[in-house]
Structure formats: structure tokens, C-alpha cells
């Protein structure tokens, strides 16, 4: 596994404003984001909870964290050694990295999926995989609301082998940027 990465408390309140941007700027044009979580007393947005992982990760890893607060819908989050990754964060120490539900269109701009799991001000960072991996009918999971891609983290891609992330991704057809 990945180090682990501790959030500042001024860095939280850095990832909590700028989420509450984004989640301004997708309520301003129609695309509201519904989802909330609980961490203890307190309910985040998965803008929020998003934007924490995201950060926490180009942090750890020396990589551009895109700040910008345009309108989003899918796509990918940063670019990790030429891959195009959208992170994925869950609170629960267990949680499977979700992607789309069944009826959702697969974005074509996401090579892989990483997963961040938040305790407190603390990111840890299990794993990851291909968008095809993700993918695969076998993945489909109901949650009580939707077929919901989604794998446990028993089926993630080490963060020891991210050596590979880039030829993984090519053979299974993703695109690249130069990095």
C-alpha cells in the first residue's frame, strides 16, 4: 500500500472550500450533487469527500492537483505517470471503489480508478485499477439503489505495482498525455 497521507487542518479547510465551489457551480447549472456522508457528527458532501482524496493523493505523490471550479461530470482527476486517474474516496475502512451505475455512459477519458479511504484527517490509499477492469459485468453490484460498478478492494492493483499502471492501461486500451 501507498503511504499514507495526513491532512492539515488548514488543508481541510482548503479541500472543504473549494468542494463547496464546485458544489456551487454544479447547483448553478442543474447538476446538483445529492450524495452525503457522514463522518461522525459531521455530513460531507462527495464533492468533499472527493476533493480530499484528490488532493491528498497529487500531495503524497508530487503531482498537479487541479483546483478549478467548472462545471464536472465524470472524466478524470489528475494525470498519474502519463494515466488519466479519477479517484474514488469512501470513509469506510472497507469500502469497494465504486464507478458508474449500469445505465450511466463509461466516460472515455479515465484510464484508471484509484481508491482513498478517509479516516479522520487521514487518507490511505489501498489501490487502483483500469477503467476496463472496472468495467466488466461481473463488477455490477446492487446497493439497494442502482447496478453499481464497483470492486472490493481485495481485487485492486497494489500501489507497488504502479510501475505498471502505464502499460496495464495501454494494453487495455486507454489514452496518454505525456507527463
Given at each position: 500500500?501507498?503511504?499514507?497521507?495526513?491532512?492539515?487542518?488548514?488543508?481541510?479547510?482548503?479541500c472543504?472550500?473549494?468542494?463547496?465551489?464546485?458544489?456551487?457551480?454544479?447547483?448553478s447549472?442543474?447538476?446538483?450533487?445529492?450524495?452525503?456522508?457522514?463522518?461522525?457528527?459531521?455530513?460531507?458532501?462527495?464533492?468533499?469527500?472527493?476533493?480530499?482524496?484528490?488532493?491528498?493523493?497529487?500531495?503524497?505523490?508530487?503531482?498537479?492537483f487541479?483546483?478549478?471550479?467548472?462545471?464536472?461530470?465524470?472524466?478524470?482527476?489528475?494525470?498519474?505517470?502519463?494515466?488519466?486517474?479519477?479517484?474514488?474516496?469512501?470513509?469506510?475502512?472497507?469500502?469497494?471503489?465504486?464507478?458508474?451505475?449500469?445505465?450511466?455512459?463509461?466516460?472515455?477519458?479515465v484510464?484508471?480508478?484509484?481508491?482513498?479511504?478517509?479516516t479522520?484527517?487521514t487518507?490511505?490509499?489501498?489501490g487502483?485499477?483500469?477503467?476496463?477492469?472496472?468495467?466488466?459485468?461481473?463488477?455490477?453490484?446492487?446497493?439497494?439503489?442502482?447496478?453499481?460498478?464497483?470492486?472490493?478492494q481485495?481485487?485492486?492493483?497494489?500501489?507497488?505495482?504502479?510501475?505498471?499502471?502505464?502499460?496495464?492501461?495501454k494494453?487495455?486500451?486507454?489514452?496518454f498525455?505525456?507527463?
Amino acid at each position: 500500500m501507498m503511504s499514507p497521507y495526513t491532512l492539515t487542518d488548514s488543508e481541510m479547510v482548503l479541500c472543504r472550500t473549494l468542494a463547496n465551489l464546485r458544489t456551487m457551480v454544479n447547483y448553478s447549472t442543474k447538476r446538483p450533487d445529492p450524495a452525503r456522508v457522514r463522518l461522525g457528527s459531521e455530513v460531507w458532501s462527495a464533492d468533499e469527500m472527493g476533493v480530499f482524496g484528490e488532493y491528498g493523493f497529487c500531495k503524497l505523490n508530487n503531482i498537479f492537483f487541479d483546483p478549478t471550479t467548472h462545471v464536472r461530470s465524470g472524466g478524470y482527476d489528475f494525470i498519474f505517470r502519463g494515466v488519466r486517474v479519477d479517484m474514488k474516496t469512501t470513509k469506510l475502512p472497507h469500502g469497494k471503489l465504486h464507478g458508474i451505475t449500469k445505465w450511466q455512459t463509461k466516460p472515455k477519458d479515465v484510464d484508471a480508478y484509484a481508491l482513498a479511504i478517509l479516516t479522520g484527517n487521514t487518507l490511505a490509499f489501498p489501490g487502483w485499477c483500469s477503467a476496463k477492469f472496472l468495467y466488466q459485468e461481473e463488477n455490477l453490484t446492487n446497493f439497494g439503489y442502482d447496478d453499481v460498478y464497483a470492486i472490493p478492494q481485495s481485487k485492486l492493483r497494489a500501489w507497488k505495482d504502479d510501475e505498471e499502471i502505464e502499460n496495464i492501461c495501454k494494453r487495455q486500451g486507454g489514452h496518454f498525455s505525456v507527463a
